[in-house]
């Protein structure tokens, strides 16, 4: 299933709002997620992977999103906040919720 493509300068906005909070946002940081975004899904247009389990806007594969969250960002100051709140703005359906096959 194809989506439109996300606006370049919007998406750069949340990258840099998300990442400036956590002391992790830097010019080559926001230019690596938007090289990645654009590479693995074109820029958006592309949310689930054809004939893949690979999801979202930059295409984790359930079992490394899930043990991202679950091992790395669990005791970090990441556990228990929301995109929304990082970012300032609404991200719902930019990043899927993601159940293991």
């Given amino acids: 299933m194809s989506n439109p493509s996300l606006d370049p300068v919007l998406l750069r906005q949340l990258i840099k709002r998300t990442l400036t909070p ?20 074109l820029l958006g247009k592309y949310r689930h992977q054809v004939n893949g389990p690979a999801i979202g806007i930059f295409q984790d594969e359930p079992g490394d999103f899930n043990d991202l969250w679950a091992h790395y960002l669990s005791g970090t100051s990441l556990s228990g906040v929301t995109l929304d709140s990082m970012s300032g703005c609404s991200v719902s359906g930019l990043f899927p919720v993601v159940a293991e096959e």
């Fill in 22 to 41: 956590l002391n992790l946002y830097s010019a080559d940081a926001e230019e690596l997620l938007m090289a990645t975004c654009a590479q693995e899904s």
